[in-house]
């Protein structure tokens, strides 16, 4: 049977290399132990210099090899590698790879030695290499270096499954199919007789199986399977995420000698002139775009606080979209967008530049590996094949195309622009509209883009980022204009029925190139910071929620007397999806007040914008406290207050997770705040903070930071060992709740 052990754990690495490296006997013990996912270098939060990661290292792993295991393929298989990997066991070369957003694999089974130490080295270059994609020109983001994904053995037969691609059909009749094509290879001289076996079951049950007998040649094959005449199948939606799993099992004389299970989503979901419809029914696009990166550790979180950015973007921000900005991302992601209904848009690695032949052929390559990585995902309804934003390239363009639609006819084709009339080589117009800078101009019409006489599939991918840069802990007016940008877009987007839907700029703040952002290594462009810490904007993407599941009411508003242009705190925008509010000034009713709907009638849940309030006062009379107290269908289901003297209070800290693997790798974040008497954050107030740590876990990250904007985030990773986290951070006044979590193997 197929055995894959994960490959995590006690790499040796070094942060340089040299050929003496590659020999088994060469002495490593003076190297670091790392697990994986790694980044080859921490940094600092902001005001690094970007080239302390761009070197190459090297890591070498000793394993060994039973000698059950003879006779058998053995292949390692390499989640992602930035930027460009080189193999070797046990002395000898075995593959290398260029990228790293994809997966590559690389097969051992010449070199390996059973019964003995094996020792597998790897040269990581993680330099900005012209010859790669993104690479070659500038590019708004960085690519943090390392092994920073999974690493895995995988031991099979020299007959087995090489990958699967499971397509659902005739999803929105009665009776549905699968057509699932399994892709075999024969590695041995000689034609081998055996049977596929492909099984759909739901939470563990079969629901229904067909096999075959075939005989397969050496090489490679593909074998397609049907099943038909499916009933009662789920569909897969955004509320009800209905997942099955494929399976597939090879059986010689009657023996299962290999096997495969993937999962898959019985969905419809297309983009047309007039819109997305998933599963037949229009639903408008509502997103923001990722990048993978987090502070310090840059790309090297584990699958934990990656399926949690998917969390965070569903549940906490209420997108139905997100695009993977600007590069295939890691499974973790992808699998959880799969099990919460949250669509996605992914594309290859890439950045305005396109480089000579070799370059587009990785790039070509890089579309393939993303493909047949991913094409299972039922959540991905769309393949970005262009480089972001890039200028026109016909037979470059037309290649990416073509093998996009060749290994995937079930999916379309996007590819992001920003230039009006580029040539229309995909199957939806992918547009960053980047028109709205606060004025009368929000949404470009779609026909004077495309320059095309018809209108054509089409999808907003970008607006609002370097036009509005914004800190979370910038003056209120700007938080508030920020949230209104992202609002007037997406409202824009709703009322045109051309627009399938619209993706902002973006969802969290990245570390960026000096010729980027802030100057500071950060572009400040998220609705959340780089702690996935929410901005007033954030609050424009959550009011949008289900109000009867998750009421919100969000005042834009710090409520003080001083912190405007000429002070007070109108228009006060509150970002709520209750039908009304009411306000209580110094604990007295001033009125209720009611959502926009005339204003933004293409948001399911405009803002309450009050222009007008009695007794707010003027400069020199006395500041009072306020209640917001918001009311759906008659029933008073969430309020808020503000203090007029807010003093800090109390520093909380809350992790994301109480319970962890107790293996070196998984990872949960904890948010600090200070707050005052009635919780809410006091923003303008950096303090310095310790963190500490006590019991089997280690902080990512400083242990000696200052809060930034009144709160900050860390991540604390487990150690091997079981037991008993606890974190507790202090100021010099105050020191917090202590926040424990319990990690087990
Ligand atoms: C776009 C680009 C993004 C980001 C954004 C900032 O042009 O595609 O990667 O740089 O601008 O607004």
Not at 328 to 335: A, E, G, N, V
Not at 435 to 441: F, L, M, P, Q, T
Not at 484 to 512: E, K, P
Not at 687 to 697: C, F, H, K, Q
């Amino acid at each position: 049977m197929r055995k894959v052990i994960a490959f995590n754990h006690n790499w040796r690495y070094l942060e340089r290399f040299d050929e003496e490296f590659v020999d088994p006997a060469f002495d490593d013990s003076d190297f670091a132990v790392v697990h994986l996912p790694h980044a080859n270098k921490e940094v600092p939060y902001n005001y690094f210099d970007e080239k302390m990661y761009q070197f190459v290292s090297c890591y070498r792993k000793t394993f060994d090899l039973s000698d059950e295991y003879k006779g058998k393929r053995i292949f390692v298989d390499f989640e992602g590698v930035m930027t460009y990997g080189e193999v070797f066991i046990n002395g000898h070369f075995v593959g290398s790879h260029k990228g790293g957003y994809t997966p590559f694999s690389c097969d051992l089974t010449e070199y390996v030695q059973f019964g003995k130490e094996n020792v597998l080295v790897v040269k990581v270059d993680s330099t900005e290499r012209p010859d790669i994609p993104p690479f070659g020109h500038m590019i708004d983001y960085l690519c943090f270096g390392g092994i920073y994904r999974e690493v895995d053995l995988r031991i099979v037969d020299p007959v087995f499954i090489a990958n699967v691609f499971a397509k659902p059909q005739d999803v929105l009749e009665n009776k549905k199919s699968l057509e699932t094509s399994v892709f075999l290879k024969n590695t041995t001289p000689k034609e081998e007789t055996i049977s596929v076996m492909v099984e759909l079951g739901k939470d563990r049950s079969v629901t229904a199986l067909t096999t075959k007998e075939i005989t397969l040649q050496p090489g490679e094959e593909v074998v397609d399977r049907y099943l038909e005449n499916l009933m009662d199948i789920e569909l897969w939606d955004l509320e009800n995420p209905n997942l099955y799993e494929v399976t597939l099992t090879l059986k010689r004389n009657n023996e299962v000698f290999d096997s495969f299970e993937t999962r898959i989503g019985f969905r419809e979901a297309v983009v047309k002139p007039d819109g997305f419809f998933l599963n037949g029914k229009r639903v408008m696009l509502r997103g923001l775009n990722r990048h993978q990166s987090f502070p310090y550790v840059g790309y090297a979180m584990p699958a934990r606080v990656q399926r949690r950015d998917a969390d965070i973007l569903k549940f906490e921000l209420g997108l139905n979209v997100v695009r993977t900005s600007h590069y295939p991302q890691s499974k973790h992601f992808l699998d959880r967008c799969d099990e919460i209904g949250l669509l996605v848009f992914e594309e290859i690695p890439g950045w305005q530049h396109i480089g000579d032949e070799e370059w587009k052929a990785v790039a070509c390559e890089n579309v393939r590996e993303m493909i047949e990585r991913d094409w299972n995902h039922p959540s991905i309804f769309l393949w970005g094949v262009r480089i972001n934003e890039s200028g026109d390239d016909h037979d470059f363009y037309t290649e990416t195309n073509r093998i996009a639609r060749e290994l995937d006819p079930t999916r379309q084709t996007g590819g992001v622009r920003y230039l009006e009339k580029s040539e229309f080589l995909e199957d939806v117009y992918t547009m960053n509209d980047f028109i709205h800078s606060g004025g009368e101009k929000v949404l470009r019409d779609p026909k004077a883009v495309t320059g095309l006489d018809e209108y054509v599939p089409y999808l907003v991918c970008e607006f609002n980022g370097h036009m509005y840069p914004t800190k979370r802990f910038d003056q209120e007016e700007r938080l508030i204009e920020h949230a209104m940008r992202h609002l007037r877009v997406q409202n824009a987007a709703g009322l045109d029925r051309h627009i399938s839907g619209a993706i902002g700029w973006c969802a969290f703040d990245y570390n960026t190139h000096y010729d980027f952002g802030s100057g500071d290594r950060i572009c400040y462009h998220g609705v959340m910071d780089m702690f996935r810490i929410p901005k007033m904007a954030a609050a424009v993407y959550r009011s949008q929620l289900d109000p009867r599941k998750t009421p919100v009411l969000e005042p834009a508003t710090l409520w003080t007397r001083g912190e405007r242009s000429q002070g007070g705190v109108l228009p006060l925008v509150i970002f709520t999806n209750c039908d009304e509010v009411e306000v209580f000034i110094a604990n007295e009713s001033v009125g209720k007040f009611y959502p926009e709907k005339e204003a933004y009638p293409g948001v399911d849940y405009p803002p309450v914008i009050i222009r007008e309030i009695p007794s707010t006062g003027v400069w020199g009379s006395a500041w009072h406290s306020v209640e917001f107290v918001g009311y759906v269908d008659g029933r008073k289901v969430k309020s808020k207050k503000f203090v007029s003297n807010p003093i800090p209070t109390k520093l909380t800290a809350k992790a994301d997770d109480e319970h962890i693997q107790a293996d070196g790798i998984d990872a949960t974040r904890v948010v600090f705040k200070l707050v005052d008497q009635v919780g809410n954050l006091v923003p303008y107030t950096n303090e310095a903070v310790e963190i500490n740590v006590d019991g089997p876990g280690t902080l990512i990250g400083p242990k000696l930071v200052g809060l930034i904007g009144g709160c900050i985030a860390a991540w604390v990773k487990s150690t091997e060992e079981a037991g008993k986290i606890t974190i507790t951070a202090k100021t010099n006044q105050l020191t917090s709740n202590t926040v424990t979590i319990k990690t087990t193997n």
